[in-house]
C-alpha cells in the first residue's frame, strides 16, 4: 500500500511559492479604455523562447481615452482578466508589465554632451547612463514621468553613426535621442490602480509601441513602418526607422466614436449601434443601397446601408486626416517602405486595410501576434498585438531588471515584491473561489 505524506499549509505555501520563484514567467496587460487583456507566457530556460498558458479578457470601466478617472474599475477588472489568466496557467501573477494610452503620451527630440575623462579612458555603462541624464534634463517638464529614452545614435569625438558606444575609447560623448513621456499623475494613477489588484508593474509601455513588438520583423524596423493601434478610444501610432522608435503619439479618437455616431445618426441605442459597426459597417464606401437588419433583445431592426456607410466614412475621414498630420509631423507621410500595419479591436472594420492604403497611399495590412507557442487560436488576431507585445517587454525587464523603470521614479505606491508574497495560498485560493 503507497503511503502519502501530508504537509501543513504553510509547507504547502513554501512548495508552490518556491515553485513560482524557480519558474520564469513574463506577464503582459493591456489596460485599454473597453477591455483588458492579459497573456502569461512560460519562458524556456534553453531556449528562451515563450509559451502561451494564460490568457484573460474581461470588460472595463473607470477609464476615459486612455487615463484612469476612477480606479475602482480598471483595478477590478486587471484583478478579473488576471484571475482568467491564472486559473488557465496555475501561476499566480504578482508582477507584469502595463500598457499606458492617452493623449498625454509625447515623443520628444533630445540631445546632450559629456566629457569621458583622461584621454584614452573606455566609455562605461555609468557613462551613458549620465549622458542620458543630462540629455533629458530641461527637456522634459516636471510634471512628465520618462517611460523610455531611445538612442538614435552616439558621436564619440566626431564619430557619428555609434550605435553603442560602450568600451570605445574616447574623451567626448554625445547622444541623439528620442524621450517618451507620459503626465506624471496619469502615470501615478495607472499604478496605483495594478497596485489595488496586487500587481507591481516592471515598467509601462504605450500601446502601440508593445504592439510593435508582437507584429513586426526586424526588416521591417530597419527600412520603415508604422504600427496603427485602433483602439476604443485612442489610436495610438508607433513609427520605426534604422531600427529605432522614431515617434510615437496616441490620438483621442476611437471605434468608440464611430458607435456613438451610428447611434445618433441611425437615432438608436449604443448597443445596436455597437452591432451595426460590427456586422455590417464598412470604410469602403459606395455599396449599393439597401437595408441590413439587426437582432437584440427578441426585436428586428432595419437599416440603410447608405446611411451606416455614411456616418462611417465622415469619423474615418476625421481619424485620418489626424493620422496624416501625425506622419507629417514625424517627416514620414508617404515615406514608410513597408508601410502601416493595423492592430487593435478597431483593426477588425471591415475594408480598413484598402481604406488606410488609400488614404495614407503607403502599403497596409493587418498585424498578427507571432513568435510564441502555445494557447494561439485566441491569441492570433490584432486585439491581442498589444498584450502580447507587453509579455515580449516583461520577458527583456525580468532579464534586465536595471532597464525597467530606467527614467520613472520608483515611489509611486507601488508593493515591494516581498509584501505582494504575504499570503500566497489564501490569494490563489480566493482567485479560484471567485
Known amino acids: 500500500m503507497l503511503a502519502y505524506k501530508t504537509y501543513s499549509k504553510s509547507r504547502i505555501s513554501a ?36 509559451t502561451i498558458v494564460g490568457v484573460g479578457e474581461v470588460s472595463n470601466s473607470g477609464m476615459r481615452k486612455g487615463v484612469v478617472v ?38 520628444t527630440k533630445a540631445d546632450g554632451m559629456i566629457a ?37 545614435s552616439y558621436r564619440l569625438d566626431g564619430q557619428d553613426g555609434i550605435k553603442d558606444p560602450i568600451g570605445m575609447v574616447g574623451t567626448r560623448l554625445e547622444i541623439n535621442a528620442n524621450v517618451v513621456s ?40 530597419e527600412n520603415g513602418v508604422a504600427v496603427i493601434d485602433f483602439g476604443g478610444s485612442t ?58 437588419s439587426i437582432k437584440h433583445e427578441k426585436e428586428t431592426f432595419e437599416f440603410e446601408v447608405t446611411d451606416i456607410d455614411e456616418i462611417v466614412e465622415a469619423r474615418l475621414e476625421e481619424l485620418f486626416d489626424k493620422i496624416n498630420s501625425e506622419l507629417k509631423k514625424a517627416g514620414r507621410k508617404g515615406k514608410l517602405p513597408n508601410g502601416v500595419v493595423l492592430v487593435g479591436d478597431g483593426a477588425r472594420l471591415k475594408g480598413l486595410v484598402e481604406y488606410s492604403k488609400q488614404t495614407l497611399e503607403l502599403a497596409a495590412r493587418i498585424g498578427k501576434p507571432k513568435g510564441f507557442g502555445g494557447v494561439a487560436d485566441q491569441l492570433e488576431n490584432p486585439s491581442f498585438a498589444a498584450a502580447v507585445g507587453l509579455m515580449f517587454s516583461d520577458m527583456l525587464n525580468i532579464e534586465n531588471p536595471s532597464q525597467a523603470h530606467r527614467k520613472q521614479a520608483s515611489s509611486h505606491g507601488v508593493k515591494q515584491s516581498a509584501s505582494q508574497a504575504k499570503g500566497f495560498v489564501n490569494k490563489f485560493l480566493d482567485r479560484f473561489r471567485a
Open 182 to 221: 507620459a503626465l506624471a499623475p496619469h502615470v501615478a494613477n495607472l499604478q496605483k490602480a495594478a497596485e489595488q489588484a496586487s500587481v507591481h508593474p516592471h515598467a509601462l509601455v504605450p500601446s502601440p509601441v508593445a504592439a510593435a513588438r508582437a507584429v513586426l520583423n526586424e526588416q521591417q524596423l
Open 70 to 107: 476612477n480606479l475602482q474599475g480598471p483595478s477590478k477588472a486587471i484583478d478579473d482578466a488576471l484571475g482568467e489568466a491564472e486559473r488557465m496557467s496555475g501561476y499566480q501573477v504578482n508582477e507584469a508589465t502595463l500598457s499606458i494610452n492617452g493623449a498625454h503620451i509625447l515623443s
Open 15 to 50: 512548495i508552490l511559492y518556491y515553485m513560482q520563484d524557480t519558474s520564469r514567467y513574463a506577464v503582459g496587460i493591456d489596460i485599454g479604455t473597453n477591455k483588458i487583456r492579459c497573456v502569461v507566457g512560460h519562458v524556456d530556460a534553453s531556449t528562451g523562447a515563450p
Open 235 to 292: 489610436t495610438g501610432i508607433a513609427i520605426y526607422e534604422e531600427g529605432d522608435l522614431q515617434y510615437t503619439s496616441v490620438i483621442p479618437v476611437g471605434g468608440n466614436n464611430i458607435t456613438n455616431d451610428l447611434a445618433i445618426g441611425l437615432k438608436t441605442d449604443p448597443e445596436i449601434a455597437e452591432q451595426v459597426k460590427l456586422q455590417h459597417a464598412s470604410a469602403v464606401t459606395g455599396r449599393d443601397s439597401k437595408k441590413v
Open 116 to 152: 569621458i575623462g583622461m584621454s584614452g579612458q573606455e566609455v562605461s555603462a555609468e557613462d551613458t547612463a549620465r549622458l542620458e541624464d543630462v540629455a533629458t534634463t530641461g527637456k522634459v517638464p516636471a510634471n512628465r514621468e520618462i517611460l523610455d529614452l531611445v538612442p538614435f
